[in-house]
């Protein structure tokens, strides 16, 4: 088999269009009728909805929990009453791979979650993969996934999309079934 991967020299939202356009290519290669897209504000959400709702691909955006309000990181209301009303499923909730109970302990007494050492290792690819994961994590937890089929799942680094992945999704609590069987594109440097 040979795939086709992006490498983008640089991160961020500038590569939007070019990651959602070869998740877009290769969910129509393998038939695979549901993606998941990390969208904090709505901007990737829609972006997705335009390519993919044609397919009838169910559309998941994932979003950031809403401990980060404060930081202005999570979707305005209207935004979300948007998206649903054209058929995406939204998902918030706490970050399957820290942000929770064991980062708050690892934050006060130190050492290290399970989760938080799974996260630091996604990193090593790039903030995309690890975001990538976490969001299926997150959207098979909610009941959101057929989890007999594969899955896209978009994200990336801080805004926009620059990293896209195929893979067999799990849940958090069945972490060690999950596989990532395609990188579709991601950053050359992390």
Known sequence: MELRTMLFEEQGKQNTDAT?????ERAIALGIQQVVVASSHGYTAKKAYSLFAPDKTAIIAVTICHSFEKDGWTM???TRAELEALGVKIC???????????????ERCGGR????IVRETL??????MKV??????MAADAGLLDMEREVISVAGTSEGADT???CKPAYPRTF???EIREVLAKPRIA
Do not use: M
């Not at 990193?123 to 995309?128: D, P, S």
């Not at 990538?132 to 994590?137: I, R, S, Y």
């Open 20 to 24: 959602l356009q070869i998740a877009h």
């Open 123 to 128: 990193y090593r690819f790039c903030q995309g």
């Open 176 to 178: 060690h079934e999950f």
């Open 113 to 116: 979650a399970p989760e938080e």
């Open 92 to 106: 918030t909730g706490v970050h399957a791979l820290g942000d929770g109970v064991g980062a708050s302990f690892s």
């Open 76 to 78: 305005e209301p209207q």
């Open 132 to 137: 990538a994961v976490e969001c299926v994590l």
């Open 164 to 166: 896209a992945i195929v």
